[in-house]
């Protein structure tokens, strides 16, 4: 955006962040990708309310960040809120979290062919960090639901079906139960789904919904929730189909976006170890690439990563192979090299 | 049928049979029959089929009322694979134990304006001590040899905060059992890609309404799936989780199995382990022979025919 190149703020995080955003790195400078980093530094142990305010004015400056998951330290006091959440919506509102859950056929799982897309609200509802202690022994913890943020998600939610060609999107809720927070939910996606009469539109009650993604996936196509089924739908859909290590995610607002891996998990146990799936982490860059209308590069890239994960075969042990992480991305680059050549003989 | 099931086998029960369709009591108040109450807190002991609440009944639900009735404080699921019921997953041997009197299920939510809304979700000190001493109690009991407590603490941090610590506060007296903490998102993850390692889970009421559904799906859904409440004062009312399904009442077409299972729950509760034993091999068997099934398990016979066949094995093996 600035003399041809963009700028995009990074954030390594914790874990196995720090490394798999050094392998993004090292793929984008391979294969000239006209893309500038601007490296936040920000993780559990250092950081402090300016160190926040300077990362969000960061992506405010840059529109566009790439992420590592920040681990939350539970044990501190409840003032002490989640870094990820502080960075997802307090000034930025990036309300729509987005995952797309795809079957690798290079990848062995007990279901097959899943192409689920997960929209979940990300800004309210459980996740308001809004509890007291009302008498000792008592603990009240709010969630809140707006008419203003269901519409806009569920507006979110049918245009993006719309746009992908998708034909029916589910809400997820537990109404029978919360019949005001949940209620508003649902009637505010059916308020939505009217206006799309293209596109068809059901609802599922939570707990049906687990018992059938994981006995009869194939039966959704589109599903949009609150904040918490989100959390809960995306990782049983994620585990669907092999993992954290293979879902990439992105966080949309009106005028910002935020791309990570769609589990947010620290991985903390396998870092360092050069065994980490770096998959998610590469697609989700390829995510921001089509962000930033980079087509041509992130085409590439994803090229390249799926003839890795599913002719070369070559598997991290996550998903059950040998392979480190590094191994991985050489073959990555080779495949990019190999596509390059292809291109520049058809030319 | 299910007690004819049960006196061919000759297990030692005495049954009462209580309806427990709500009516108004003094004060207006809806409540269930006083003599099914007062049945009860006599035998302490309830085996119930599925209930149905009418909509716009004018009453609360029908499970509500019995379990406000009796503090039905801990739901108990246990989910073991079926041998002879194919489901992508086999091998699942867990149990999970879900806090059931408060939580998100508080049922207290109000408008603040126009447009915004606050459902709020209750966790207290007492009800999380007492479902956690339920789970390791339990553990201990029948040879589980970890316990895992469910809860996002990260990001609601006082409330399952709360509940984490009385986990942890309870742990320290039961350290012959394994005491391991788990996010929420992370079990769902991991479950779905190897529930062989989860043992019991303890966890409040939503995400135990999830996740015992999510365990009910992975070994063949609410048809095979038992289910226990545990209340106050030694009562324990044991069902079937699934619906009342009344297109196929009264045609002897249903499952008896998950009804089945849950009797043999109540028979471990009550201490006769070998009867229970002996029903539920009889009712794997019969389902891994395959030749006489319900149709929803694939097969072509009628209930009285899959309970007579259980029957026959039960008397076999005497």
């Not at chain 1, 566009?64 to 006091?77: D, F, Q, Y």
């Not at chain 2, 589980?144 to 509940?163: E, P, Q, Y």
């Not at chain 2, 506060?169 to 903490?181: C, L, M, Q, R």
């Amino acid at each position: 955006r600035y003399g041809g190149r963009h700028t995009v703020t990074l954030i390594p995080g914790d874990g196995i962040g720090p490394e798999l955003l050094n392998h993004v790195r090292e793929l984008f400078r391979f294969s000239c990708v006209p893309l500038d980093f601007e490296v936040v530094n920000i993780n559990s142990s250092i950081t402090s309310e300016d160190d926040i305010n300077n990362a969000i004015t960061a992506i405010r400056r840059n529109g566009v960040a790439l992420k590592g998951n920040l681990e939350t330290n539970h044990t501190l006091p409840p003032s002490h809120k989640s870094r990820n959440n502080v960075l997802r919506y307090t000034g930025l509102d990036l309300y729509a979290n987005v995952m797309r859950c795809q079957s690798l056929p290079g990848v062995q799982t007990r279901h097959k062919n899943i192409d689920i897309i997960i929209i979940r609200e990300n800004t309210e509802g459980e996740y308001s960090s809004l509890e007291h202690e009302s008498v000792p022994g008592v603990v009240e913890s709010l969630k809140i639901i707006t008419r203003n943020n269901s519409l806009r998600i569920a507006d979110y939610a049918f245009q993006l079906a719309r746009e992908k060609g998708r034909r029916r999107v589910t809400a997820v809720h537990k109404a029978n139960i919360m019949k005001l927070a949940d209620g508003l939910f649902l009637q505010c996606c059916r308020e939505v789904a009217s206006g799309y009469p293209d596109i068809a539109f059901d609802s599922m009650i939570v707990d049906n919904t687990t018992m059938q993604l994981v006995s009869k996936p194939h039966q959704f196509d589109v599903m949009v929730m609150p904040n918490l089924y989100g959390n809960v739908v995306s990782n049983v859909c994620a585990g669907l189909v092999g993992g954290p290590g293979l879902v990439p995610g992105a966080n949309y607002g009106h005028n910002y976006a935020v791309f990570e891996t769609a589990t947010r998990n620290t991985g903390k146990s396998i870092a360092g170890r050069n065994i980490a799936n770096p998959t998610a982490m590469l697609l989700a860059s390829c995510l921001m690439l089509d962000h930033l209308k980079l087509h041509d590069y992130a085409s590439m890239i994803r090229n390249a990563v799926f003839a890795t994960m599913n002719e070369s075969l070559l598997h991290t042990p996550d998903i059950g192979g040998q392979g480190t992480t590094s191994e991985m991305v050489q073959s990555v680059m080779r495949n990019i090299k190999s596509i390059i050549f292809r291109m520049l003989f058809i030319i | 049928m299910k007690i004819k099931n049960y006196s061919l086998c000759e297990v030692p029960i005495q049954w009462e049979e209580r309806n427990v369709t709500a009516i108004k009591g003094p004060g207006g108040k809806w409540m269930i029959p006083p003599e099914a109450k007062e049945s009860m807190d006599r035998s302490k002991i309830g085996l119930k089929g599925p209930l149905k609440t009418p909509i716009a009944a004018g009453h609360p639900s029908m499970n509500l009322l019995l379990r406000k009735t009796f503090d039905l404080y801990a739901n108990v699921r246990p989910c073991v694979s079926i041998e002879g019921y194919k489901t992508p997953y086999t091998d699942v041997d867990l149990v999970t134990i879900r806090e059931n009197t408060e939580g998100e299920y508080s049922g207290i939510e109000h408008v603040i304006v126009d447009g915004v809304v606050q459902s709020i979700k209750l966790i207290t000190e007492q009800a999380s001590r007492r479902i956690a001493e339920y789970a390791f109690e339990y553990a201990r009991n029948n040879q589980r040899s970890s316990v895992t407590a469910v809860h996002k603490a990260n990001i609601m941090r006082m409330s399952d905060g709360l509940f984490l610590r009385k986990c942890r506060e309870v742990a320290e007296n039961y350290k012959d059992v394994k005491f391991t903490e788990m996010y929420l998102d992370t079990v769902c993850l991991n479950m779905v890609q190897d529930p062989t390692q989860f043992d019991v889970l303890v966890m409040p009421n939503l995400y135990g309404d999830i996740l015992s559904d999510l365990c009910a799906g992975l070994i063949g859904g609410l048809g095979v799936t038992p289910s226990g409440n545990i209340g106050a004062n030694g009562v324990a009312i044991f069902e079937s989780v699934h619906g009342t399904a009344p297109d196929i009442a009264g045609k002897d077409l249903a499952n008896p199995t998950a009804l089945l299972l849950s009797a043999v729950m109540m028979l471990r509760h009550m201490g006769l382990h070998a009867d229970a034993k002996k029903i539920e091999t009889a009712c794997y068997d019969t389902i891994r022979d395959k030749k006489v099934l319900t149709k929803d398990l694939g097969g072509n016979s009628k209930c009285s025919e899959f309970t007579t066949e259980i029957c026959r094995r039960v008397q076999d093996m005497d």
